[in-house]
Nanobody, 115 residues
């Protein structure tokens, strides 16, 4: 299983970024995918979850209305569109999948929101 995040960077408050997570080594279309983030000195927290199929997606209260999770099963990729970014969104963002009794993480991508 391999999860590779990309798209992070430095952005000003109010700006936007789109993160991508390219997955391989499992049947991507059959698995729910999640985005987590971890700010310096804080615990890792769940940001968004997208099921394998259907429209029901879940978001942390802190990002509702600003972030959108989506997936392209043909490309084995999950995305996180982040709008109206705030300094408190600064963190390393991770892609995550769980199956077969195990969880798998990507290496993370740094998002820094600062003027």
């Amino acid at each position: 299983v391999q999860l590779v995040e990309s798209g992070g960077g430095l952005v000003q408050p109010g700006g936007s970024l789109r993160l991508s997570c390219a997955a391989s080594g499992f049947t991507f279309s059959s698995r729910a995918m999640s985005w987590y983030r971890q700010a310096l000195g804080k615990e890792r927290e769940l940001v968004a979850v997208i099921p394998s199929a259907g429209a029901r997606r879940n978001y942390a209260d802190s990002v509702k209305g600003r972030f959108t999770v989506s997936r392209d099963n043909a490309k084995n990729t999950v995305y996180l569109q982040m709008n109206s970014l705030r300094p408190e969104d600064t963190a390393v963002y991770y892609c995550y999948v769980a199956f077969g009794g195990a969880g798998y993480w990507g290496q993370g991508t740094q998002v820094t929101v600062s003027s």
